[in-house]
């Protein structure tokens, strides 16, 4: 089969990254005899660079012409500026919401063999294996009215939070097809004693889970939430969340896993279902971390497994994401490890070796 495929590097290490994921996708290819027709693109920093603008119209149009997206990482502090009228960041929002990316899929699993890797105590994180779907094109970082302003006591801001019954089903769904799944349970998180979105989301998801009577739907406010990710990981198999509390609570739970560059993720215009490919753009959780840009220290296991995900929703092509998947466990399991996962006894590498290892693996 032909798959045709948006590549958008950005900036700092996502370059870096996104070449040793393309790596194993070669190998795949060579493997199968599947073909991956790749078109890049710009975005972020370097397309503020280029063209004066975060993610140009041409790009989204070669975006909307592919059967997938994956993409590296955006900004840094050349561009962190408050008051400059473009930032890296606005390309992604543009991706997100110009390609309709509601849904963002981010698994956090523990490897066994990185249960020593965190400063939380191994009997704590060990088994945990969970997946978070945070809804991701509304909410405060969409929602209008959105402005800084002046007024006779100061200055004032305003950001607002609106959700619509129709996007919060549909996020909702996605949570509970995945539940189906995984073991059957779903933790909805809100703070519905406080906000009245969060009672409309609370509404809405108790209404869906009548289509699913073999989910146990578990409602969890989102301050309870934030405590036992960290006192009792292992308890969650899928939550799903609106955006900002989504943003804050993956990267605390990015931590268990040890580093965010072990953590992939996908955004999805569509509910992922069995036999169903799903239009998607795949990337690492992690930053553009300009510091370690250009000395092959990254870490690009989060976007290798982003590649492995792209496999499984977009393409449908199940058995070569496994085959990655098991390529991964295989060589952390050897004893191989880049600087942010990096033990005692432990055979440390730089981004390109650790590609190399798991292509080799393929």
């Not at 280029?50 to 975006?63: E, I, L, P, V, Y």
Request: hydrophobic letters at 40%; aromatic letters at 6%.
């Amino acid at each position: 089969m032909q798959f045709k495929l948006a590549v958008l590097p950005g900036d700092g290490i996502g370059p870096e990254v996104t070449a040793e994921g393309l790596k194993v996708l070669q190998v795949i290819s060579g493997r199968s005899g599947h073909r991956f027709d790749l078109n890049e693109g710009l975005i972020g920093g370097i397309s503020i660079d280029k063209t004066g603008s975060a993610f140009t119209d041409g790009t989204m149009k070669m975006c909307r012409h592919c059967d997938a997206v994956l993409l590296g990482a955006v900004g840094g502090p050349k561009w962190d500026d408050p008051q400059a009228k473009v930032h890296p960041e606005d390309g992604l929002l543009a991706l997100r919401k110009g390609l309709g990316l509601f849904a963002n899929l981010r698994p956090v699993k523990v490897f066994p063999m990185l249960v020593d890797s965190t400063n939380l105590k191994p009997e704590v994180i060990r088994g945990v294996d969970f997946i978070f779907v945070r809804e991701l094109t509304g909410g405060l970082y969409f929602a209008r009215p959105k402005r800084q302003y002046q007024t006779s006591r100061g200055r004032r801001a305003t950001d607002t939070m609106t959700y619509s019954e129709q996007e919060i089903r549909r996020i909702v769904r996605v949570g509970f097809e995945l539940a189906r799944t995984r073991h059957q349970k779903l933790v909805s998180v809100d703070k519905a004693n406080v906000l009245q979105s969060s009672r409309l989301w609370r509404q809405v998801a108790t209404e869906v889970a009548e289509d699913y009577p073999e989910v146990n739907l578990e409602h969890m406010l989102v301050d309870a939430c934030a405590m036992r990710l960290i006192q009792n990981p292992a308890y969650f198999n899928v939550l799903v969340t609106e955006n900002m509390f989504g943003d804050i609570l993956t990267d605390e739970a990015s931590m268990l896993a040890g580093s965010m560059g072990m953590l992939p993720s996908a955004s999805l215009a569509g509910v992922p279902q069995e036999g169903v490919n799903v239009f998607g753009m795949y990337e690492p959780i992690h930053g553009s971390a300009p510091r370690r840009a250009g000395l092959n220290m990254a870490n690009p296991i989060a976007t290798i497994l982003s590649v492995a995900m792209m496999l499984r929703y977009s393409l449908g092509l199940i058995a070569e994401a496994q085959i990655i998947e098991n390529a991964v466990d295989a060589v952390l399991q050897e004893g191989y490890r880049t600087y942010d996962i990096m033990s005692e006894g432990k055979t440390k590498v730089g981004a390109k070796e650790m590609g190399d290892l798991i292509a080799g693996k393929v």
